[in-house]
């Protein structure tokens, strides 16, 4: 039996093959995941941190309907150092600060930018010294000491252990982070990629989903 | 066996014109000069061109001197610096940049405040694009013949003098080579670029950086960048063989056959 | 106080070079087969390679001295023109000018560069490079060895005259004796590293001291001047001898006789040969199993049997006899 092609966001990197380590996983930014599946990628089942992608990909004919299987929060982190004494996102007004975010376009990006809309602090932008392509570059940097702070998902912060710090983050700026998967529609193996997805959504999948961070819908 | 052969090159050659090719094909050239005008090409092909050009005097200045002295003498442990300086040729840019965080980054060996900044382009440029020209610079030096050199000392020229006034002129062609495939490696340079700089429009987003953030948002632009590095590269590139025929055949200093 | 004294040893790869030598200002040739170490006395002496001993210039020790710092004039066997400077540009490298592009008839390729120039052209303008540096000592690696036959002749011509123009103590490096014996007062022949003679061409033609030496030596060099007639060539030594020759030439020349094509006799043998000396026996040499007797001005190589049937012996006259046709002649 030939193996799924499973395009996931990067987020998605631990967990999923835990779900099932079948498959052959790609993970990257979703945006980039998307293009690659527009251009004829053979990708079988395609998993997002937003819905924006697989939306769009639906609108195009290229898949299945989408299907919301996993929240997520988006989280402040910092070094374990705090080299740059940061005590709560308005700390992050303070010039000089280096924060590092997802670039726009990329789900984590968009979410960055659409928490400090929302929390007014868009200001806080001139202090991004990096636009990030991957989530998983964002959570390295800030890990590594490099940067200052940082705009990750929560279950990225619990795959690096105690090398970030969380700061806790006001809950009326957290955005809506919606994790969206479809089976695309070019795929050579439907049974397989509906069992996929069946697993996902699966109690044990969600169970699987919740301890590694991910809040479930 | 000749068609056969024939074959094989044609296809060969087919695979590698054809990605160039289609970007071209793509987009017509008038969409291309105009996406070139979008803020973000704009913006990176300053970058670009103000890092590669630091970077590169940065290679010249300290790769000539280095270059000379392996050129010229040999010692114990030679190889190993030679191949020291041709490590970056082998690793992958990633790995490249990691390095690069770990001796410079703020929590790495040196402790300075460079990465995310254009002066992190600069060095990451030059990490990747040095041993390219060192390499040509050693052996455009190599070639120079040691005969001229002996008589330039027995006409009372000094080491410095031999140096400025006979093995860089005579070298010169093959230095230019080198810089020539430098400038193309630095002005293609991500992996590292990426690692340890960032990436930030206006500030460290250097034209591979900025298609990479396009292809999504505008595809168009992507395109239209990625056209115009496929220009400066194969414009390096034929630089690098006219410069190089010369260090080769010696064409412009040949004797003539004629006794 | 000699001009040039040598006193070196260096280390090569299957022997060591060790010369002893004391020059004044005169020409003198170093001749031997190849990888003998002549290039390497050389380059020890300009400093080109390092060296043991002493080379003492003038009363002055060159030997802690940089090349750059020591005086010579050295002429490579390539030349080792500056390809990317002009003719100007590569004499004005080792010091300022002056006359020397007039004074070696170079001054109308004063903007040439060398790949434009032919062998003989190049050679002066090494020769004016080495001169502008205002040397102590010049330094010739095989100066004829670049050029083809015919502008060989010319060349060495000119630079035998130039030789003894400017004066200086010169080394002139070669394989071949002819070339040695033309262009230098004196020749030593180095075999192995070692100076196993050194002389007067004539001398070492006439007593060498070894059958290497006899051999690489070659023939007699006879000076003379000459002029055609009757279809041959005549050409009358400074003793009046007269010896005639096969091949064209005019003026002062130098007439090569091997002492193997003479034959000797107690009268004048009546034959086709041309040339006939007759002379007191000065000299009988045995070298290995072959005698060289020298009368007059010619040295003979004959057969160790030859010489007691003849019953040569020093004092007695005999007669050297050799065709035309084994007179070589060189222009000088």
């Known amino acids: 039996m030939k193996l799924l092609a499973i395009f996931a966001a990067a987020s998605l990197t631990g967990v999923f093959p835990q779900i ?198 | 066996m000749r068609a056969a052969f024939a074959l094989l090159a044609a296809v060969a050659l087919a695979f590698l014109a054809l990605p160039v090719v289609a970007i071209f094909l793509r987009v017509s050239p008038a969409t291309l000069v105009h996406e070139l005008g979008d803020p973000v090409a704009r913006d990176a092909l300053v970058i670009s061109l103000k890092t590669s050009v630091l970077a590169q005097a940065l290679v010249i200045c ?22 020291l300086v041709e490590l970056p040729l082998v690793l992958p840019p990633a790995v490249a940049g990691i390095g690069l965080l770990a001796a410079f980054g703020r929590a790495g060996l040196l402790q300075t405040s460079f990465a995310f900044t254009q002066t992190a382009v600069v060095l990451a440029v030059a990490f990747v694009a040095a041993p390219f020209y060192v390499r040509t610079a050693i052996a455009a030096f190599e070639s120079v013949d040691p005969t001229l050199v002996a008589a330039a000392r027995t006409l009372g020229a000094g080491r410095w003098r031999v140096f400025a006034r006979i093995a860089l002129p005579l070298a010169a062609g093959g230095l230019g080579a080198g810089l020539a495939l430098a400038f193309a490696r630095g002005l293609g340079e991500f992996g590292a670029t990426i690692m340890f700089a960032g990436s930030l429009q206006r500030v460290t987003q250097t034209l591979p950086l900025a298609i990479y953030a396009e292809f999504e948002q505008s595809f168009n632009v992507a395109l239209a960048i990625g056209a115009l590095l496929v220009a400066f590269s194969f414009t390096l590139l034929l630089a690098v063989k006219w410069l190089r025929s010369d260090l080769i055949s010696g064409s412009r200093f040949a004797p003539s056959t004629s006794t | ?99 020397l592009l007039d004074r070696l008839g170079i001054a109308h390729l004063a903007d040439a560069k060398p790949r434009e120039l032919s062998g003989g052209e190049r050679q002066r303008v090494a020769i004016a490079r080495a001169l502008a540096r205002d040397p102590e000592v010049l330094l010739f690696d095989e100066p004829l060895a670049a050029l083809d036959p015919h502008t ?26 002819v070339d040695a014996a033309a262009l230098a007062d004196r ?46 060539t005549e050409v009358e030594l400074a003793d009046r001898t007269v010896v005639f020759s096969t091949d064209e030439a005019e003026g002062e020349v130098a007439a090569i006789v091997y002492p193997w094509e003479l034959t000797l006799a107690r009268t004048v043998p009546v034959d086709s040969a041309q040339n006939h000396v007759q002379a007191g026996v000065t000299g009988v040499v045995t070298v290995g199993n072959r005698v060289r007797v020298t009368l007059g001005p010619v040295t003979a190589e004959v057969t160790a049997e030859s010489a007691s049937r003849l019953h040569v012996r020093e004092g007695d006259v005999l007669v050297a006899t050799w065709k035309a046709t084994a007179t070589r002649l060189v222009t000088l």
């Open chain 1, 20 to 217: 099932d380590k079948a498959p052959r996983y790609q993970f990257a930014g979703s945006d980039q995941l998307a293009f690659q599946i527009l251009q004829g990628a053979p990708a079988d089942v395609f998993a997002a941190a937003a819905p924006k992608y697989p939306q769009e990909l639906y609108a195009r004919g290229k898949c299945w309907k989408p299907v919301v299987f996993a929240t997520n929060t988006v989280v402040l982190i910092v070094p374990r150092a705090n080299p740059a004494h940061i005590r709560s996102v308005y700390d992050l007004r303070r010039p000089g600060i280096k924060l590092v975010v997802g670039a726009p376009g990329v789900p984590i990006g968009d979410y960055t930018r659409k928490l400090l809309a929302k929390l007014k602090l868009s200001s806080v932008l001139g202090n991004i010294v990096s636009n990030e392509s991957d989530v998983k570059f964002v959570v390295a940097k800030v890990a590594l000491g490099e940067a200052d702070a940082g705009f990750a998902y929560k279950t990225d912060v619990k795959a690096v252990g105690s090398s970030v710090r969380r700061i806790a983050l006001p809950a009326a700026g957290q955005p809506t982070v919606q994790y969206e998967l479809c089976i695309v529609r070019a795929t050579k193996h439907l049974q397989a990629a509906r069992a996929y997805v069946r697993e996902v959504l699966s109690p044990r999948g969600r169970e699987k989903l919740k301890a590694a961070g991910f809040g479930l819908p």
């Open chain 2, 62 to 83: 300290f790769g000539t001197p280095t270059a000379y002295l392996l050129a010229t003498h040999r010692f114990a442990g030679r190889s190993v610096l030679v191949t």
């Open chain 3, 1 to 99: 106080m000699a001009a040039l004294r040598l006193d070196l040893r260096v280390a090569l790869r299957t022997f060591d070079l060790d010369v002893e030598l004391t020059a004044g200002a005169e020409t003198v040739a170093i001749a031997g087969p190849s990888g003998a170490g002549k290039s390497t006395l050389l380059r020890a002496i300009a400093g080109l390679v390092p060296a043991d001993g002493v080379v003492e210039v003038h009363g002055r020790d060159w030997s802690s001295l940089p090349p750059e710092q020591r005086p010579v004039g050295f002429v490579f066997q390539d030349y080792a023109l500056f390809p990317h400077l002009t003719v100007r540009g590569n004499v004005a490298f080792g010091g300022p000018p002056g006359d």
């Open chain 3, 152 to 177: 060989k002749d010319t060349v060495r011509v000119d630079l035998r005259a130039r030789l003894r123009e400017l004066g200086l103590p010169a080394l002139v490096v070669t394989h071949d004796f």
């Open chain 3, 187 to 232: 020749v030593g022949v180095l075999v192995d590293g070692r100076l196993v003679q050194i002389g007067r061409p004539e001398e070492l033609i006439a007593s060498p001291v070894s059958p290497f030496v006899a051999h690489f030596a070659g023939g007699n060099v006879l000076h003379g001047r000459a002029r055609r007639s009757n279809g041959l």
